[in-house]
């Protein structure tokens, strides 16, 4: 699957892993589990036995549970950017640059909610509040893409083309990323982890492309009615990016 490493060292026979690569092995071996399990299927006692080394050996690589699953985190949130990034590219031009800015507007949410249920594990784990520096609009190298963007940031950036193209106005602009991100990311979780687990697949489909129009839908009357909210500010007064 191109989200992932799509190799897993073998580990089996005389040798286990490559001297001098364990780091990553383990790393492999930690994205392997979190994909079937998610965060708390992750532990360094786990990947220690699956590549074949010693606890200690682990621990000079990974200090505790929680440094282990930072850079599973890491590795899934620049997953995300990744297919973010093939979605909204391959959105095509459009008719228009509004209705380009629209299309690839939609493509970011769409690659977000199937990258999501495609890989619960990986997304849990994108998400998990227990790990440090999670601020979304500054993340670390590690989670972001080969431009250096991760997923809040590339929404930002598809916000940014609906206003300089016209299909959003600097007035209503404020609060529109993260009320679209709000949108997926809450029935991502809802399918995956809550009531609507059980959803058939046609169903979460339909659901998917309804939200979507939804926000597209909201976008523009707000747009025609000139809606507009106050620039919203951080816990200590700064105004967010959103609001500049």
């Given at each position: 699957m191109a989200f992932v490493v799509s190799e897993i060292p073998d580990t089996?026979?005389?040798?286990?892993?490559?001297?001098?690569?364990?780091?990553?092995?383990?790393?492999?071996?930690?994205?392997?589990?979190?994909?079937?399990?998610?965060?708390?299927?992750?532990?360094?006692?786990?990947?220690?036995?699956?590549?074949?080394?010693?606890?200690?050996?682990?621990?000079?690589?990974?200090?505790?549970?929680?440094?282990?699953?930072?850079?599973?985190?890491?590795?899934?949130?620049?997953?995300?950017?990744?297919?973010?990034?093939?979605?909204?590219?391959?959105?095509?031009?459009?008719?228009?640059?509004?209705?380009?800015?629209?299309?690839?507007?939609?493509?970011?949410?769409?690659?977000?909610?199937?990258?999501?249920?495609?890989?619960?594990?990986?997304?849990a784990i994108a998400f998990l509040t227990d790990l440090p520096s999670k601020d979304p609009a500054n993340p670390r190298p590690g989670a972001r893409n080969a431009a250096g963007l991760g997923p809040f940031q590339l929404l930002q950036r598809c916000v940014d083309e609906l206003e300089a193209t016209g299909a959003l106005s600097t007035e209503t602009k404020p609060f529109t990323d993260i009320a679209a991100w709000s949108a997926v990311h809450g029935l991502a979780v809802l399918i995956n982890h809550g009531p609507l687990a059980q959803l058939p697949q046609a169903a979460r489909h339909s659901a998917i492309n309804r939200l979507l129009q939804i926000i597209e839908d909201g976008l523009e009357t707000a747009a025609r009615h000139g809606d507009s909210v106050a620039p919203p500010t951080s816990p200590g007064g700064r105004q967010t990016r959103a609001g500049r």
């Open positions: 089996e026979g005389a040798g286990g892993y490559h001297h001098g690569h364990l780091r990553d092995t383990l790393l492999r071996y930690g994205i392997e589990l979190a994909r079937s399990g998610g965060p708390e299927a992750v532990s360094i006692r786990a990947v220690q036995r699956l590549a074949r080394v010693s606890n200690a050996a682990a621990y000079r690589h990974y200090a505790d549970r929680y440094a282990l699953l930072q850079a599973i985190s890491d590795h899934a949130s620049r997953c995300m950017a990744d297919a973010m990034t093939d979605a909204i590219d391959a959105a095509g031009e459009g008719d228009t640059p509004a209705d380009a800015a629209r299309a690839r507007f939609r493509a970011s949410g769409a690659a977000y909610l199937n990258f999501a249920l495609t890989e619960p594990g990986l997304f």
